[in-house]
């Protein structure tokens, strides 16, 4: 009995509350919310609080129904008097993404023709041998750049005497066969040795020079200076000391002129420095000055025309005509081969500048000996 009165108690209370609800709210009005409220036609002021800034929010200038959001690393423009919104897109993308009218095809816009670069050429002379013939070049040896030079001269036999084809223009006569090492210590800074054969005193120059200048630098010429002291049989006597400058200018990338002054201090006469090793005596040394120059000029990229002459202007020893050369120099990548004509067996700083006359041959014209060098850097 009492349970059903608790029953019947509780089913009224909700009852009474359901009707109370339903009784808060006017027949046909839905409950206002905020939706409902921006979309009427005025919205109460009353319920709404002004903010100085909105993160990610800005206005349209100029314009009052454009805002601009950025969410998520993108940004949109919202129209509210058109209720669009438009995502913001790159110039380039938004041409591509934009569909070409029906019936129209799409032409991509020209790009101007771009004018090819015209290659310009070198303005300094291609070599490959750190010596023309006998006098530098001042070519730039890089650090720890090895270059080998072989020389041959066939100084005893005439090239152009009658029957001389016979004997291959005197090759197959006596040579006087030298070898060399340069070595590059720094970029600047190298050193070398060569020597001469028992035939031509057993002559040991040792070497050491600095790289002064260099064209390919954009310095207005190459240049150089070494110092040398050559020893005969094998460096046991007759010192001799030499100093030398060595100076070579472009003639665009077709030619190159080279000069190059040379002071001997303790210089003896070419007869008595070669015939040391059979003869040692004693002979009281002199200082000799040379002046020499010489030209390369390309008549094919890899084929040169070259000649050179040097005279000693002071403390001639005996030789009264300057050694001079003719020659054609074929010159490949850290190679070079040159064959030449010259009236000088002499290859050292201090012999280049004798002539075979100091033998008592004819070092005229008509007196030429053929010769060649073989130089190739290996490093």
Sequence with gaps: MRVSFFRCLLMGLVFVVRCWSAAAQIPGEPTPTISSQLGATEIPQAGLVPVARLEGLE?????????VLERDGKRYLIDTKNQTIREFVPTSVASAQTPAPSGQTTTPPATPATKP???KEPETYYTEDIVLWNLPTAMHLPKKALMIDFTHRFAFDEAFEPGAVSDLFGMDGFSISSLGFTYGITNRWFAGIYRTPTTFGRILQLSTGLQLSRENAGHP??????????????????????LELAFARSIKNRAQIYFTP?????NRPLSVVAADVFNPTP?????????GAGLS???????AILGEAIYRVDGRLGTVRPS?????????????????VTNSPGTTMSTRSATRGA?????????????????RRLF
């Design 324 to 340: 001079f050369m003719l020659g054609i120099q074929k010159k490949l990548f850290r190679h070079s081969f040159t064959l030449g």
């Design 297 to 303: 000029l390309d008549i094919r990229p890899t084929v």
């Design 59 to 67: 206005f349209v200038n100029g314009s009052g129904s454009q805002i």
């Design 262 to 266: 040379t002071v001997s201090f303790n």
């Design 221 to 242: 010429f190459s240049s150089s200076i070494r110092v040398g002291v050559e020893g005969t049989d094998h460096f046991r006597n007759k010192y001799i000391t030499s």
């Design 117 to 119: 670069e015209e290659k």
């Design 283 to 291: 002979v009281d040394g002199n200082t000799t000055t040379a002046l």
């Design 359 to 375: 033998y008592g041959f004819d070092d005229t014209f008509g007196g030429l000996t053929i010769g060649f060098n073989l130089s």
